[in-house]
Structures are given as structure tokens and as C-alpha cells.
Nanobody
């Protein structure tokens, strides 16, 4: 059974750091890309970052470039999102998602191209 489980969300002060984890299991055929999305109350879901095995590159939303870093353990079972210099506007529920069948770099930030999703982990940035 395919499963993505996020962890690491917390309440942090502005300027602080967090590391989110996404544990992947059951992907017997592997996956083409894995990404982090976030959704704040009353806002649309936003693609934050993506790590692609299709082209070997990482992608970031402009709003997090230079502050967030996506990485993966060598066994591909855990993906991390290192978040630094956090701002109140980073407050959201963060989800990881995996694309198994197809992935398109021009659409990396669009949720509909991902096949599996985790349940999310809450990040709150506030003083």
C-alpha cells in the first residue's frame, strides 16, 4: 500500500527554522518526482518545492527560494524540507505528494499531476 506520512510541523517564531519529513512507503515501481505543497486557511494550495528524478533537478516557488531546501535520503524513502528564515506567511498545512505515472517540469507546482498525497503537517510561524 502506497503511503506518504509527513512529520515535523510545529509552532516557531519568525526567523526560526524547521525540518519537515515525508516518509514514503509502498512505491514498488518508484516515483518520478516528489513535491511539497502547502495550503493556508482561505488560500489556494501552493506548490513549494519539487525534487524530480525525471530530470535530476529541484524546483522552488519564488516565495521560498533561498530559504527552503528539499533533499532526500539515499534510499529514497524519506524526503525532507529544510525551512529557514521562516515568516508568518509560511504558516500553512504542508503536504508531500508523489508523481508516479507522469511528471512535467513546467507543471511541477500543479497538484493535479501528482498521484499520491500525505495527510499533512501543520506549520505555524508566530511570535
Amino acid at each position: 500500500q502506497v503511503q506518504l506520512v509527513e512529520s515535523g510541523g510545529d509552532l516557531v517564531q519568525p526567523g526560526g527554522s524547521l525540518r519537515l519529513s515525508c516518509a514514503a512507503s509502498g512505491f514498488t515501481l518508484g516515483y518520478r518526482a516528489i513535491a511539497w505543497f502547502r495550503q493556508a486557511p482561505g488560500k489556494e494550495r501552493e506548490g513549494v518545492s519539487c525534487l524530480s528524478w525525471t530530470d535530476g533537478k529541484t524546483y522552488y516557488a519564488d516565495s521560498v527560494k533561498g530559504r527552503f531546501t528539499i533533499s532526500i535520503e539515499n534510499d529514497k524513502n524519506t524526503v525532507f524540507l529544510e525551512m529557514n528564515s521562516l515568516k508568518p506567511e509560511d504558516t500553512a498545512n504542508y503536504y508531500c505528494a508523489a508523481a508516479v505515472y507522469n511528471w512535467y517540469k513546467t507543471a511541477w507546482y500543479q497538484g493535479h499531476i501528482y498521484d499520491y498525497w500525505g495527510q499533512g503537517t501543520q506549520v505555524a510561524v508566530s511570535s
